[in-house]
Nanobody, 115 residues
Framework: QVQFVESGGGLVQAGGSLRLSCAAS????????IGWYRQVPGKQRELVAT????????NYADSVKGRFTISRDNAKNTVYLQMNSLKPEDTAVYYC????????WGQGTQVTVSS
């Protein structure tokens, strides 16, 4: 059972940047495709970005392409999400998890983008 702890969220102005971190437990982390997800009240959780086990392949939702970058450091059991040119529409709680077989959800980290 892998567990995830998200951090790095905060309040930023539109056009600003944030870097989120996802620290994972377990020895099999390096074998997993990992995704960043986000959720706003009243909406279903959506997949924002994924990264392959070795970090060589990434995918992004159309809404964040060109603005967000997912990366990972397997030696640190950590996945990152660099968010640039933030928009108010990016406001959400951000979570990380395995993108294939989901594990338990962490608490997430709140990202709030003001206009």
């Amino acid at each position: 059972q892998v567990q995830f702890v998200e951090s790095g969220g905060g309040l930023v102005q539109a056009g600003g940047s944030l870097r989120l971190s996802c620290a994972a437990s377990g020895s099999t982390f390096r074998f997993n495709v990992i995704g960043w997800y986000r959720q706003v009240p009243g909406k279903q959780r959506e997949l924002v970005a994924t990264i392959s086990s070795g970090g060589g392949t990434t995918n992004y939702a159309d809404s964040v392409k060109g603005r967000f970058t997912i990366s990972r450091d397997n030696a640190k059991n950590t996945v990152y999400l660099q968010m640039n040119s933030l928009k108010p529409e990016d406001t959400a709680v951000y979570y990380c998890n395995r993108a294939t077989t989901l594990s338990s959800w962490g608490q997430g980290t709140q990202v709030t983008v003001s206009s």
